[in-house]
């Protein structure tokens, strides 16, 4: 599926990036101005495999991707999750091929962006420059949060806690509401964020319905007391550094004052 997608009103590369930086006028235009020419993949395409030297970075427009390895034993480890707004490699251009593979979640629109127009604005202007160093930089942040909910969390406090971040980190960019969002994981797939078996994750998923902190309907998470799910597992949003909020995000505001 190749074909040109028309794009949504509101960009999230920078309803993203003012978290990141106070972009003006020109800065945000020349951000518009990545997300012009954008493609169509289907899910499960690939969209960098191992090994692939890059020409460029890409954009997630509208969506889920994720980031994967394939261990010894062909099991499959996924290591990320991208959303709207999100860079998939932003790291390739200094990095070099890549060491993992990056493939569309969902049916997704994203931007291939050529290095050099990536260059230029990095070079053109330092509030761009450190919008997109805090964007790789926060994704890295991301990452060290999972390793601690893997390797210190229960299970059960793991998926809540990944449920917190995906409906917060959505709401961000205009994809979610106060207490619902897209969730398009399937149960094998929250097995591979996670590291426990499908079965375990069936479980947890039974009991934390049961308990009221969670509706999963039409591939949708309802969260009916936000605070009260966070609260479970002790969701702190500070590792997504939020740190200035130029315009006002109304969604994000509901989410912390709760239903």
Known sequence: MDATVTLPRSNPLILRLR????????????????????RGLEPQQDIVRAGDRASGVHLVLEGYAFRYKIVDDGQRQ??????PGDFCDLQSIVLGPSDHYIAALTACT?????QDRVDAL??????????????????????REWLASM???AADKRIAHLFC??????????AAGACDCPLPLTQPMLADILGITTIHVSRILRDLRTSGLIRLKDRRLHVPDVARLQAFCDFDPTYLHLVRQPDRAPARDAAQAGP
């Not at 978290?19 to 954008?38: E, I, N, P, T, W």
């Not at 996924?78 to 959303?83: D, P, R, V």
């Not at 160093?133 to 990452?143: H, M, N």
Request: hydrophobic share 55%.
């Open 19 to 38: 978290f990141g930086a106070d972009l003006d006028a020109g800065d945000k235009a020349l951000l518009a101005d990545l997300s012009r020419s954008s």
């Open 78 to 83: 996924i290591l990320g999750l991208l959303l």
């Open 110 to 114: 994203i931007a291939d962006i050529p």
């Open 122 to 143: 990095v070079f053109r202007d330092s509030r761009l420059a450190r919008a997109l160093w805090w964007a790789t930089l926060v994704d890295e942040s991301i990452l």
């Open 151 to 153: 390797g210190q969390r």
């Open 165 to 174: 971040e995906l409906l917060l980190r959505q709401q961000l960019v205009g």
